[in-house]
């Protein structure tokens, strides 16, 4: 087995225990936090597929996920502080209704 | 390649670390966890011909971001997570969702290995993946995107404002 295939094979494991985490857990926060391990996991395969092609190419795309990703967690957790103050809670099981 | 055991190491590390944030009982642990396997990923990202990534991994997922999310878990005292696990409202769901992400794993695995298959490439001389080669690609061959992103940063900012002003 060579590095690329160990690699991708990795970030596909770690794909699945993300989603894992989203599927399970029941706090915000959690399921969040499993976003951003697939998130990673993403960027492990597509780093090891620039490797292999022997191009940049790969390595920007995983650049700019970085970039789309701090933007999404500055986001996100803004909207978790914002429901925390009005339901007092950051599991996903209390957030039933669509009125804020 | 020689770094294989290495990777392994590295590989094993990786997959604990998710696991432990899988399982974790404390939130803050969870993070810890997560700053982990994102230190891993950097060293892993170290071996793969990538140091400029590696150092935005350290600096942006496992500093900045990382340090978001645990001055939040501690901004509302959320760290306990013990009454989540008490809801038995939705018990199915647990076999439920570990057989979907078995499911996953082994679709992605057959897809990617059997049908895709990773291209068996002759060891060529490795292309320079240093910042200065990153910038200039960055500048050229991408300097769209790049304003892009510039300016998705900006709205984030200002929706991260907007969402938690006081009125």
Avoid: C, H
């Avoid at chain 1, 599927?23 to 998130?39: H, Y």
């Avoid at chain 2, 404390?26 to 170290?46: D, H, K, S």
């Avoid at chain 2, 695995?109 to 690609?137: C, E, H, K, W």
């Amino acid at each position: 087995m060579d590095t690329t295939t160990f690699v991708v094979f990795l970030s596909a494991i770690l794909f699945a225990i993300g989603t894992l985490g989203v599927l399970l857990r029941r706090n915000a926060l959690l399921i969040f936090m499993s976003i951003e391990l697939m998130l990673n996991a993403a960027n492990l395969a597509m780093v090891a597929f620039a490797m292999r092609w022997n191009q940049l190419n790969g390595q920007m795309f995983v650049f700019f996920i970085m970039t789309v990703a701090a933007a999404e967690v500055a986001v996100g957790l803004a909207l978790i502080v914002t429901i925390f103050r009005t339901k007092r809670s950051t599991s996903v099981d209390d957030l039933s209704a669509l009125r804020g | 390649m020689s770094d294989l055991p290495l990777l392994i190491v590295l590989g094993a590390l990786s997959i604990a670390s998710a696991l432990g944030l899988l399982l974790s009982r404390n939130a803050i642990y969870a993070a810890l966890y997560l700053v982990l396997n994102f230190g891993v990923g950097a060293v892993i990202y170290i071996l793969l011909n990538a140091p400029f990534i590696a150092v935005i991994q350290v600096t942006v997922y496992a500093g900045a971001i990382m340090v978001l999310f645990v001055f939040v878990i501690m901004l509302l005292g959320a760290e306990k997570l013990s009454i989540e696990d008490s809801s038995t409202s939705f018990a199915f769901q647990r076999p439920l969702a570990l057989i979907l992400a078995a499911a996953l794993l082994v679709i992605a695995v057959y897809v990617l290995f059997m049908r895709a298959g990773v291209p068996q490439m002759t060891n060529l001389a490795l292309v320079d993946t240093s910042p200065a080669a990153i910038g200039l690609m960055l500048f050229n061959t991408y300097s769209f995107p790049f304003e892009v992103v510039s300016i998705l940063l900006l709205v984030a900012m200002v929706g991260a404002v907007v969402l938690t002003r006081n009125k």
